[in-house]
């Protein structure tokens, strides 16, 4: 920790989303989302029933002495069918959570949608509707009005990547749909969801609104043509096509094929001016060139050769330096100030020196990313809590702090301790 020495005024946080963590999935009037309808063989997602026990989590956020705590809003809490008047119950949740928030000092980040689609708008076509971003305007001005007084930062969506590649090509996620290709669409109706969001939390009088993009820097798996090309479609895939929109207001040209109709005229509301970029990293992915018979242009390959969490990643921290620095050169002047909005790991028990060390070094690796001209202003932790870990269930342990589920009882790591040190230095 000697060596990680960052900036005074860097932001430093951790992040949470509702759906991983709230619970009470049935209190105050809040409808069905795309994971109520997943989950359903499993009952109930109490998760850690944050949603009653919010007072608790925040006092633990104040001892972790962070200066920021991301968040995520249940849209379906506030438009229980996805559009109309607000569920006045569901807003009251958010308003003492955020009140609780502010009055420990500390300033939240309000991540408007963290993939709790309310079922009704997946059954009118889901983020395969244009439709879909319209709703979602209307959703982020009732968030704007009634909590820009207190909420600074603003991120639209978290990681529409997952969502279009997990959630509708390959079927891993909510809604569950393995279209490949076919859901190219979702990520066009995702990025015009944003600009319009944005415009509309800018209107009631949103200061700084970026992202939080997933992304991964694309290895290859040998040296040969076949891997290098495959590797470039994937880059385009995952990285590309989710940044470029944006920031550039372009779409990378392997992805025109797939885009609906019309898409360049939508480029100017989605590049709208942004206050910061977020990037959520976890692992870089590697491609090899595809076998006979195989519909897509690249096939995936495991990162070998490295530590891996309990969730069966790669640890690569230099991954994160290789990213940024990346994006910097890529971008240039269009990169505004980046956040790390999620970086994390899963390891399992109390005593998680592998936490610890996992940490130091992609924060190592920020550092590196900084001094090499890359403005990075802040820095969250996924996760404060262990929490629901979508589909693999409450298995991965990603929390500073740890729940046991069957009593909800929370107890602090030792990364947590080191955290604390590290924040309060
Ligand atoms: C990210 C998600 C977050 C969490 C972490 C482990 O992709 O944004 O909700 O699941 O992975």
Redesign the pocket.
Known sequence: MENLTFPPDFLWGV?T?AF?IEGATDADGRGRSIWDKFTADQGQIVADDHYHRYPEDVALLADLGVGAYRMSFAWPRIQPNGGGVPNPRGLDFYDRLLDAVCAAGISPVGTVY??DLPQALEDAGGWLARDTAARFADYAAILGERFADRVRMWIPI??PM?TTVYGYAIGEYAPGKTLLLGAVPTAHHQHLAHGLATQALRAAGAESIGT?N?HSPVWPAGDGEGDRAAANWLDALLNRLFADPVLLGTYPDEMHEHLPEGFDGDLPVIAQPLDFYGV?Y?EPQGAAAPGEGNPLPFELRPIDGYPRTT?DSPIVPDGLRELLVGFRERYGEALPPVYIT?N?C?FDGVHDPERIEFLEGHLTAVRAAMSAGVDVRGYFV??LLD?F??SKGYA?R?GLVQVDYETQRRTPKDSFAWYRKLVRK
């Open positions: 992040s989303s991983q963290h993939w978290n990681e997952v939080a997933h959520n976890y969730n999620e994390g899963s996924w996760s929490n870990e979508w991965p990603f």
